[in-house]
């Protein structure tokens, strides 16, 4: 079936650098992709979204990258803080079908001070 | 604005009994997700319902049930519980399905299920 899944498990960066982690999805049908980060305890909030017909999305510290040619999608992380500390999961949407959210596996990002 | 409730937040049951699960969503939203978390399946949808109607299914077995009430409350079901069913159970709220909505989920904090 569909799925998203992530490069890499755990990423370990130090305080004020940069991060990207990375995420590949399957289906070419998606036209809504999200971030969502989780922190210990709670349940996942939303980062930064992008629609299948944009290419770089940017927010506060934090921007988003789809590459819909080899179907990746990627969330960088400026100046990266320990509260940045957490695990990050890549979700897409095929909006034709309702919001039928499906998430990857998520990375864990450890900010080291 | 109070944000997405569920309740309750930790339960302890044994092999063979149920749990009902309860979800109150954002006022104002209308659409319902749960999803299962655990650590070697991530986040799996369950199901998702507007207007009291499901509208999407994940890959569950029966023993996994809901339904959504007239005010966008949620209940979740799981009949003849297994170890494996033993699972972080996250309800998440929308605010439109089908209208042109970002499809942004507003996740409640959890309801932890150990079954033993």
Same mark, same amino acid.
């Given at each position: 079936?569909?799925?998203?899944?992530?490069?890499?498990?755990?990423?370990?960066?130090?305080?004020?650098?940069?991060?990207?982690?990375?995420?590949?999805?399957?289906?070419?049908?998606?036209?809504?992709?999200?971030?969502?980060?989780?922190?210990?305890?709670?349940?996942?909030?939303?980062?930064?979204?992008?629609?299948?017909?944009?290419?770089?999305?940017?927010?506060?510290?934090?921007?988003?990258?789809?590459?819909?040619?080899?179907?990746?999608?990627?969330?960088?992380?400026?100046?990266?803080?320990?509260?940045?500390?957490?695990?990050?999961?890549?979700?897409?949407?095929?909006?034709?079908?309702?919001?039928?959210?499906?998430?990857?596996?998520?990375?864990?990002?450890?900010?080291?001070? | 604005?109070?944000?997405?409730?569920?309740?309750? @937040?930790?339960?302890?049951?044994?092999?063979?009994?149920?749990?009902?699960? #309860?979800? #109150?969503?954002?006022?104002?939203? @209308?659409?319902?997700?749960?999803?299962?978390?655990?650590?070697?399946?991530?986040?799996?949808?369950?199901?998702?319902?507007? #207007?009291?109607?499901?509208?999407?299914?994940?890959?569950?077995?029966? @023993?996994?049930?809901? @339904?959504?009430?007239?005010?966008?409350? #949620?209940?979740?079901?799981?009949?003849?519980?297994?170890?494996?069913?033993?699972?972080?159970?996250?309800?998440?709220?929308?605010?439109?399905?089908?209208?042109?909505?970002?499809?942004?989920?507003?996740?409640?904090?959890?309801?932890?299920?150990?079954?033993?």
């Amino acid at each position: 079936g569909e799925s998203v899944g992530l490069h890499l498990p755990t990423l370990s960066v130090q305080e004020g650098d940069n991060s990207i982690i990375n995420c590949a999805y399957s289906n070419s049908a998606s036209d809504y992709f999200i971030w969502y980060k989780q922190e210990s305890g709670k349940g996942p909030q939303f980062i930064i979204d992008i629609r299948s017909n944009m290419d770089k999305r940017q927010g506060q510290r934090v921007t988003v990258l789809l590459n819909k040619t080899v179907k990746h999608l990627s969330l960088q992380i400026a100046a990266t803080q320990p509260g940045d500390s957490a695990v990050y999961f890549c979700a897409e949407n095929p909006r034709a079908g309702g919001f039928k959210t499906i998430f990857g596996a998520g990375t864990r990002l450890f900010v080291k001070a | 604005k109070a944000g997405v409730t569920q309740t309750p @937040r930790y339960l302890i049951k044994t092999r063979g009994q149920q749990v009902t699960l #309860s979800c #109150s969503p954002i006022s104002g939203h @209308r659409s319902v997700s749960w999803y299962q978390q655990t650590p070697g399946q991530g986040l799996q949808f369950l199901f998702e319902y507007f #207007s009291e109607t499901q509208r999407n299914k994940g890959n569950f077995p029966g @023993r996994f049930s809901g @339904r959504q009430f007239s005010n966008s409350r #949620s209940e979740m079901n799981v009949s003849t519980l297994e170890l494996g069913d033993s699972a972080l159970y996250l309800c998440a709220s929308s605010l439109t399905l089908y209208s042109g909505g970002t499809g942004e989920l507003f996740f409640g904090e959890g309801s932890r299920l150990t079954v033993l």
